[in-house]
């Protein structure tokens, strides 16, 4: 089974408008953590966010928040207003304390934001 | 600049070769993650290093192996290569402070076998 799932593989947004980036897990530990993370074209990797599981309070970094909803699993990243340099993939990963902090990755989600 | 580096940006080499890549943390960070990204696999765990320990392991070949020196610094080593090793490398370090967790990534090292 996957341990995460991004449903989008694509999407599309206007300059200035929010977008959220979806994400589920699946563990059965009560321990784990949750990354997003930022793949320009040009190759690198940023980190965005990270939330833990025992975190009472969605995570925010700027203009990115992590909407965590514990009980459906799910762990979406809200851009609030996306700009031009947001274009990028978009990968959701966990760390799961279960399988000895494992990190395991979707499959990303590729952010075209439109002028 | 995240401030963690990584050697070389670029290798090119041949099945069955061995390589090392190396990886700089951010100055006082104590722990090393590698990460493999390739076509086929997509995003993938290797392993983590904190202060000179192995932490994590996820899928790293038995014809790979790292390790984290005392002054902090990670290698990762790459043996008896295939061409599915052709891939992008990262190592990121890490801060965490109570409950929270930041990583800083390299630059990544493209790794090709032909």
């Known amino acids: 089974a996957q341990k995460i799932t991004q449903t989008q593989p694509g999407m599309f947004v206007q300059e200035k408008e929010a977008v959220t980036l979806d994400c589920t897990y699946d563990?059965?530990?009560?321990?784990?953590?949750l990354f997003w993370y930022k793949q320009p074209s040009s190759g690198e990797m940023i980190f965005l966010i990270y939330?833990?599981?025992?975190?009472?309070q969605n995570a925010t970094e700027g203009r990115y928040s992590l909407n965590f909803q514990k009980a459906r699993k799910s762990a979406n990243l809200v851009i609030s207003a996306s700009q031009l340099g947001d274009s990028a993939m978009y990968f959701c990963?966990?760390?799961?304390?279960?399988?000895?902090?494992?990190?395991?990755f979707g499959t990303g989600t590729s952010l075209t934001v439109i002028p | 600049d995240s401030g963690v580096t990584q050697t070389p940006k670029h290798l090119i080499t041949a099945t069955g070769q061995r390589v090392t890549l190396r990886c700089s943390p951010r100055?006082?960070?104590?722990?090393v993650y590698w990460y493999q990204q390739s076509l086929d696999q997509g995003l993938q765990f290797l392993i983590q290093?904190?202060?000179?320990?192995?932490?994590a392991k996820g899928n790293i070949l038995e014809r790979f192996s790292a390790q984290q020196f005392p002054d902090l610094h990670s290698e990762l080593n790459l043996s008896s290569l295939e061409l599915g090793d052709s891939a992008l490398y990262f190592c990121?370090?890490?801060?965490?402070?109570?409950?929270?967790?930041?990583?800083?990534f390299g630059p990544g090292t493209r790794l090709l076998v032909l």
């Open positions: 990121a370090s890490s801060v965490e402070r109570g409950t929270q967790e930041t990583q800083y």
């Open positions: 563990t059965s530990d009560p321990s784990y953590g």
């Open positions: 939330q833990g599981s025992y975190d009472q």
């Open positions: 990963a966990m760390r799961d304390v279960n399988t000895g902090n494992q990190f395991y």
């Open positions: 100055s006082g960070d104590l722990s």
């Open positions: 290093y904190y202060n000179g320990e192995e932490r």
